[in-house]
């Protein structure tokens, strides 16, 4: 009897209004310290509350949404603009087949009803975007998810993030591929390139096979280095065979014996008869002429491995354009993160694990999380001030000392001098 006169009096009209004009005091008193920019949820508990219950899971799941819808009025109203919430992972596939039918035919009705009675979302200016893989979707609900994607495009102060089917292996794993991409596309020109790149390496060495090719003909392949023609090599050569030449004779004689294998002889034994025996054109080895087309057609530039950073796959990931995360609250009293959100929980970010299953989570619930968030703030910043005051401090007493020694050595100065 008490339980159903609380409960009648809690829904009475002036009951009512009193207590959205204690909710609306609570909020602004909430704006008036730092508020978190990004916060996600994971929405767990639905089916156990379900069964505590003894109801369906899926009408444990319907609750659950309609808890989603009052804690997201509380975050925009206290000026959260970024709210990422975990709808369904990609491991929940492995559930059996009816709930799985079941949570995509609630989303598709969900994000119907949102486009058609987007009061809440269209008030605060706040877009849907569907973070996951869109492949496992089925197509029914992936038009509903796009319908909904396009009608609240517009809106641009807020953002409600659904990860809907995710995992944060598979968006990372998806932001490295991108990366991939993006690093295999080439350059248009090659901009601080390093000295002990394999590229840099083999554009020396093309450069200087092509000085050696135009101006300094020794080691060639027509012209054998000097080293090779020495007077000792020819007489050796001319002697074998029993002549005796010139000096002038004995270089050609020693480029015959070089090329022997070449028929008919580049030199007569008559220098008359040589002038009218035309030389073939030259030949080059494969390896030199693989380095004149190389030099002919132009080298593409890759970016460097090297310049890939944290930041470079940030950018790639599903939440790029988010601020990074402040807040992550998971509820049902399980501590850990089941493979959500972990490239963006850096070390600042908070992680509140409650024992209340979603259903029941409520501004109630919600704002001891706040405030401590903001206490905890509060507390970071002074340490930082502390920190920035000491420094400053110690600054100002390094600079009086330097001063003093200066004044004393100007005047230990003056006194020597007078």
Not at 96 to 105: F, N
Not at 202 to 221: F, H, L, M, P, V
């Amino acid at each position: 009897m008490s339980s159903r006169l609380r409960k009648w009096l809690l829904t009475s009209p002036p009951a009512e209004w009193a207590i959205n004009q204690l909710r609306e005091l609570l909020i602004g008193a909430l704006r008036q310290g730092p508020v978190p920019r990004h916060i996600a949820f994971v929405m767990d508990g639905n089916r156990r509350f379900a069964r505590d219950r003894r109801i369906e899971s899926i009408e444990g799941h319907h609750l659950g949404f309609e808890a989603l819808a009052k804690i997201l009025e509380v975050c925009y109203k206290a000026g959260v603009t970024h709210v990422t919430v975990y709808a369904f992972s990609i491991e929940n596939f492995k559930r059996s087949k009816y709930e799985v039918d079941a949570l995509m035919d609630m989303a598709k009705v969900k994000l119907n009803q949102m486009c058609q009675h987007g009061d809440l979302l269209d008030r605060y200016g706040a877009c849907i975007r569907v973070l996951g893989q869109r492949e496992l979707v089925k197509p029914d609900v992936l038009k509903a998810v796009d319908k909904a994607v396009e009608m609240t495009s517009r809106n641009g102060n807020a953002v409600l993030n659904i990860c809907f089917p995710y995992t944060s292996r598979d968006e990372i794993t998806t932001a490295v591929r991108r990366t991939v991409d993006e690093w295999s596309q080439p350059l248009p020109e090659r901009t601080g390139a390093s000295p002990f790149k394999e590229d840099r390496i083999a554009q020396n060495i093309r450069k200087q096979n092509k000085k050696g090719n135009g101006n300094d003909t020794e080691g060639t392949y027509l012209s054998p280095p000097t080293s090779m023609l020495s007077p000792s090599s020819s007489t050796t050569s001319l002697s074998s065979n029993g002549d005796s030449l010139p000096d002038s004779r004995s270089s050609l004689s020693s480029s015959t014996t070089l090329h022997q294998s070449s028929s008919p002889p580049l030199f007569a034994a008559d220098p008359k008869d040589a002038l009218s025996i035309p030389s073939p054109e030259p030949t080059l080895p494969p390896l030199q002429q693989q380095q004149q087309q190389q030099q002919t057609s132009p080298p593409t530039y890759h970016p460097s491995p090297e310049a890939i950073t944290p930041s470079t796959l940030t950018s790639h990931m599903f939440t790029a354009d988010n601020p990074p995360l402040d807040l992550l609250v998971r509820t049902s009293s399980v501590h850990r993160l089941s493979d959500f959100m972990l490239w963006q929980c850096h070390q600042n970010t908070e992680i509140a694990f409650l024992d209340v299953l979603w259903p029941e989570f409520d501004l109630r619930t919600f704002l001891p999380v706040l405030w401590e968030w903001q206490w905890r703030q509060k507390k970071m910043r002074s340490e930082n001030e502390d920190g920035k005051g000491r420094v400053q401090g110690r600054e100002r007493s390094d600079s009086r000392i330097r001063a003093d020694r200066k004044r004393t050595v100007k005047r230990l100065v003056g006194e020597a001098l007078d």
